[in-house]
């Protein structure tokens, strides 16, 4: 199999990423999403009309010194997923140089509708060089969180800088029901399961709620996900991990017949 057959449907910009681990898993969309494998190709086609936006992001992250722009290994998934859900809100704890922020805001950008909320504490690189030691998520000298978003894109998004220990309760409230959430930020099971205890409330029904990173989280994302009856869904073998919200059928008397997850199309 050829890397540009195994990309499809966004071979172009899959291609110009250069990075293998973005290559979309089209099933894991579309198990969060409900959308079919079709419906997800081709929201994941999308993401090719903005080659010029995805071009400037990896030349921005070129000149900070980044080689590579796929910090969050499923930038084209967050797009389809984004797309497909159509959220008025999505949250987002962890920006760095905004590879999830930035992807995010195309599809809202697309969608014409939504806003982006999203928390960072800045991680700082101690010199002019990122030493070997450093996580490449710290931020250049210089460069402010959130510095690779392209000034177009940053209509639709409200970025909130501390840490998210502090601002997300604020945040979780002040959004409309969440449609999709993403934990990107301190990978501790404590973190975690604050984080999800905190938007639990707000979850719009059908939302979908991701996490990176969960191998350091030990059982905070698996025991969130057993608290309301959802299915964790893995990106592969990695540790990306989703799950959605289930919806309740409401029939005519107002009660509810439990969960229903919308995983298994
Ligand atoms: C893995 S990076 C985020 C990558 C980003 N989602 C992307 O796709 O490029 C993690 C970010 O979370 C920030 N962070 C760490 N602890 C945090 C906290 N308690 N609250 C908010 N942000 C935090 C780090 O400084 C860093 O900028």
């Known amino acids: 199999m050829t890397p540009a057959s195994r990309a499809g449907p966004c071979d172009r910009a899959f291609r110009q990423l250069g990075d293998p681990r973005a290559h979309p898993n089209v099933r894991w969309v579309s198990a969060l999403t409900g959308a079919t494998e079709a419906e997800v190709r081709a929201a994941l086609h999308d993401v090719e009309n903005h080659l010029e936006i995805l071009a400037e992001i990896r030349e921005r992250h070129r000149e900070g010194g980044r080689q ?11 797009y389809a997923m984004a797309r497909l859900l159509r959220p008025s809100s999505i949250v987002e704890t962890g920006v760095s140089s905004g590879v999830s922020s930035a992807h995010f805001l195309l599809a809202l950008s697309d969608n014409r509708r939504g806003r982006l909320r999203s928390i960072d504490l800045p991680t700082l690189q101690k ?35 501390g840490p998210s220990q502090e601002l997300l309760p604020t945040v979780a409230t002040a959004s409309d029901p969440i449609g999709l959430f993403l934990h990107d930020s301190l990978h501790t099971p404590h973190h975690l399961t604050f984080e999800l205890e905190t938007i ?24 969130f996900a057993a608290s309301l009856g959802a299915p964790v869904l893995p990106r592969g073998r990695s540790d990306l991990v989703g799950l959605r919200v289930p919806t309740y059928d409401r029939p005519a008397s107002g009660r509810g017949r439990g969960p229903r997850s919308r995983t298994t199309r």
């Not at 639990?200 to 025991?223: C, E, Q, S, Y």
């Open 200 to 223: 639990r409330p707000h979850l719009a029904p059908g939302a979908v709620v991701l996490a990176d990173n969960t191998k350091w989280t030990g059982t905070a994302f698996d025991r």
């Open 127 to 161: 010199g002019a060089e990122l030493s070997p030691s450093e996580s490449p998520v710290s931020l250049p000298p210089g460069r402010p969180t959130g510095w690779a978003v392209p000034a177009r894109l940053r209509k639709r998004w409200e970025l909130n800088l």
């Open 68 to 78: 590579s722009y796929a910090q969050i290994r499923a930038p084209f998934e967050l």
